[in-house]
């Protein structure tokens, strides 16, 4: 009887104890997401957070990188505080040294920053630090590094050029009026281009009927919604969403699962056609590893390198020249005396010749950064070369589109689109990596840096020399979309002209 009475009243004590855990799980967490507030200072009023809350800075400006780069030219040190998202910004070269070199190690990635971009990226070689990144790096480096690889690339972006690009421009020159997004071409180009170097496939997305690639809308989306989480005021904000499967988290949630299938089907492709004697990066890779979710890591990344910042820099390169058309005639001029009148596609060793061509790229390069800003996170308390001080895990932003802009690093013209900039008596002379920070500098230096220049200097100098390129709004100032790497709302819509002069190389 006793017994029975005992067993009977089990539901009701795991119901109290239920409320009881739920009582003290949401009081924990309305404790944790308070102190939280207090650490960043969420009601913060100065003018910089109250201009980032209250989202009034678009009553000036059409990019948040603008107006950052607006309070980083007003700041004598060239570093501001947005103490609502706990992020200091510098644009100060003297602090990109020492936080990509001389204090590597107290500004890694950072969990926070692994967090955000976690469900994407995963531990993919742009988001991780300590052993897991000297591994990739170690790897990357290795192969990318050899002749054969590069050789390799070059053929790769030389086919793409010549049996996608130039017939889909071609097509479109014939079409009268006929209007091309510029800015998705080329990101089908690097699309293609990234998918036979890293994997040894063909996704045809350049083919001349432009089929939808649902994988390149899912990645789009991904990015651009995990870039949104890191702009929060708050982490609780989308880690909330997330946990209720609600809104934008919903919605990443959904492209994440889209584009995790095609990155399994890219493993799996390549397990079937084997890899032991393949070029491709990915083979190298499968063959010392077999953990798939690692894998799957390595080739979002990969895409993300080798897609999305290429397509950047061509778009920004593109439009530029649109507005500089004594810039297009001095590359047509450097590429006439280097290539043969009747030759089809530059030689890699042309390539290297073309030094104007070379600083054009780099020029453009200086203003509108694949990249943007990048962000770190401070391991212990510090103090940058300017005086600020850090405290630990603060978030500490560097920020390469604002850099293109300060008079004290680049002289009064520095707005201006001026490649002689990079030359000194005919020759491309680069400048310090920590003024110029686009393919970041020490130690996480792009490995991949000389072969996407050469990628973009290659079909910048078939495309210019063949055809005449006219932007539609090409004098309106570019909105971006938010997301990891730069992107043009809306597109970048142009008119394709073959030029007269040169027709028959077509």
């Given at each position: 009887?006793?017994?029975?009475?005992?067993?009977?009243?089990?539901?009701?004590?795991?119901?109290?104890?239920?409320?009881?855990?739920?009582?003290?799980?949401?009081?924990?967490?309305?404790?944790?997401?308070?102190?939280?507030?207090?650490?960043?200072?969420?009601?913060?009023?100065?003018?910089?957070?109250?201009?980032?809350?209250?989202?009034?800075?678009?009553m000036e400006?059409?990019?948040?990188?603008?107006?950052?780069?607006?309070?980083?030219?007003?700041?004598?040190?060239?570093?501001?505080?947005?103490?609502v998202?706990g992020?200091?910004?510098?644009?100060?070269?003297?602090?990109?040294?020492y936080?990509?070199?001389?204090?590597?190690?107290?500004?890694?990635?950072?969990?926070p920053?692994?967090?955000?971009?976690?469900?994407?990226?995963?531990q993919?070689?742009?988001?991780?630090?300590?052993?897991?990144?000297?591994?990739q790096?170690?790897?990357?480096?290795?192969?990318?590094?050899?002749?054969?690889?590069?050789?390799?690339?070059?053929e790769?972006?030389?086919?793409?050029?010549?049996?996608?690009?130039?017939?889909?421009?071609?097509?479109?020159?014939?079409?009268?009026?006929?209007?091309?997004?510029?800015?998705?071409?080329?990101?089908?180009?690097?699309?293609?281009?990234?998918?036979?170097?890293?994997?040894?496939?063909?996704?045809?997305?350049?083919?001349?009927?432009?089929?939808?690639?649902?994988?390149?809308?899912?990645?789009?989306?991904?990015?651009?919604?995990?870039?949104?989480r890191?702009?929060?005021?708050?982490?609780?904000?989308?880690?909330?969403?997330?946990?209720?499967?609600?809104?934008?988290?919903?919605?990443?949630?959904?492209?994440?699962?889209?584009?995790?299938?095609?990155?399994k089907e890219?493993?799996?492709?390549?397990?079937?056609?084997g890899?032991?004697?393949?070029?491709?990066?990915?083979?190298?890779?499968?063959?010392?590893?077999?953990?798939?979710?690692?894998?799957?890591?390595?080739?979002?990344?990969?895409?993300?390198?080798?897609?999305?910042?290429m397509?950047?820099?061509?778009?920004?390169?593109?439009?530029?020249?649109?507005?500089?058309?004594?810039?297009?005639?001095?590359?047509?001029?450097?590429?006439?005396?280097?290539?043969?009148?009747?030759?089809?596609?530059?030689?890699?060793?042309?390539?290297?010749?073309?030094?104007?061509?070379?600083?054009?790229?780099?020029?453009?390069?200086?203003?509108?950064?694949?990249?943007?800003?990048?962000?770190?996170?401070?391991?212990?308390?510090?103090?940058?070369?300017?005086?600020?001080?850090?405290?630990?895990?603060?978030?500490?932003?560097?920020?390469?589109y604002?850099?293109?802009?300060?008079?004290?690093i680049?002289?009064?013209?520095?707005?201006?689109?001026?490649?002689?900039?990079w030359?000194e008596?005919?020759s491309?002379?680069?400048?310090?990596?920590?003024?110029?920070?686009?393919?970041?500098?020490?130690?996480?230096?792009?490995?991949g840096?000389?072969?996407?220049?050469?990628?973009?200097?290659?079909v910048?100098?078939?495309?210019?020399?063949l055809?005449?390129?006219?932007?539609?709004?090409?004098?309106?100032?570019?909105?971006?979309?938010?997301?990891?790497?730069?992107?043009?709302?809306?597109?970048?819509?142009?008119?394709?002209?073959?030029?007269?002069?040169?027709?028959?190389?077509?």
């Open positions: 009887m006793e017994l029975s009475e005992n067993l009977s009243s089990l539901p009701s004590l795991q119901a109290s104890f239920c409320s009881i855990f739920f009582f003290f799980a949401v009081s924990f967490s309305i404790l944790s997401f308070f102190l939280v507030l207090v650490r960043q200072k969420f009601w913060c009023n100065c003018e910089i957070c109250r201009g980032y809350l209250t989202s009034s800075w678009l400006f059409v990019n948040l990188c603008d107006w950052h780069t607006h309070l980083l030219q007003k700041s004598p040190t060239h570093t501001i505080h947005i103490h998202l992020n200091t910004i510098t644009a100060n070269p003297d602090n990109v040294e936080m990509l070199k001389t204090r590597f190690d107290n500004y890694p990635k950072g969990k920053f692994s967090t955000i971009l976690g469900d994407l990226l995963g993919g070689i742009f988001n991780v630090d300590g052993d897991s990144w000297v591994f790096r170690k790897m990357a480096s290795l192969e990318l590094g050899s002749v054969s690889i590069r050789s390799f690339a070059f790769v972006v030389m086919a793409e050029i010549k049996h996608r690009l130039l017939p889909l421009l071609s097509s479109y020159s014939e079409k009268d009026g006929g209007l091309l997004d510029l800015q998705d071409v080329f990101r089908r180009f690097t699309f293609d281009n990234i998918c036979k170097f890293s994997f040894g496939l063909d996704p045809g997305c350049l083919e001349l009927a432009l089929p939808i690639s649902q994988f390149a809308e899912s990645f789009d989306l991904a990015t651009k919604l995990s870039a949104e890191a702009m929060a005021a708050s982490p609780f904000i989308w880690k909330i969403k997330r946990l209720l499967n609600l809104g934008s988290e919903k919605r990443l949630k959904e492209a994440i699962k889209k584009v995790n299938v095609l990155a890219v493993i799996m492709q390549k397990r079937k056609l890899f032991s004697n393949n070029q491709d990066l990915l083979s190298r890779f499968m063959a010392c590893m077999k953990d798939d979710n690692y894998l799957r890591d390595i080739v979002i990344s990969f895409i993300l390198a080798g897609r999305d910042t397509g950047s820099a061509l778009t920004s390169f593109f439009w530029l020249l649109a507005t500089h058309p004594e810039v297009e005639s001095k590359i047509r001029d450097e590429t006439d005396s280097i290539m043969h009148p009747n030759q089809h596609l530059p030689s890699f060793e042309q390539i290297r010749e073309m030094h104007y061509l070379h600083a054009a790229v780099y020029e453009s390069l200086r203003l509108y950064p694949p990249v943007q800003f990048d962000s770190k996170f401070a391991r212990q308390d510090d103090v940058l070369q300017d005086g600020t001080f850090v405290m630990k895990g603060t978030r500490v932003t560097y920020h390469p604002a850099m293109g802009r300060i008079e004290a680049w002289g009064p013209d520095c707005m201006e689109f001026k490649p002689q900039r030359l008596k005919g491309f002379s680069p400048q310090s990596p920590f003024k110029f920070p686009v393919f970041q500098a020490g130690i996480r230096m792009c490995l840096k000389e072969m996407a220049v050469v990628a973009v200097k290659s910048a100098a078939v495309v210019v020399r055809f005449d390129i006219h932007v539609v709004e090409a004098n309106a100032a570019p909105r971006f979309d938010s997301g990891l790497t730069a992107t043009v709302r809306g597109g970048v819509p142009v008119v394709v002209r073959k030029r007269r002069a040169t027709c028959h190389h077509c």
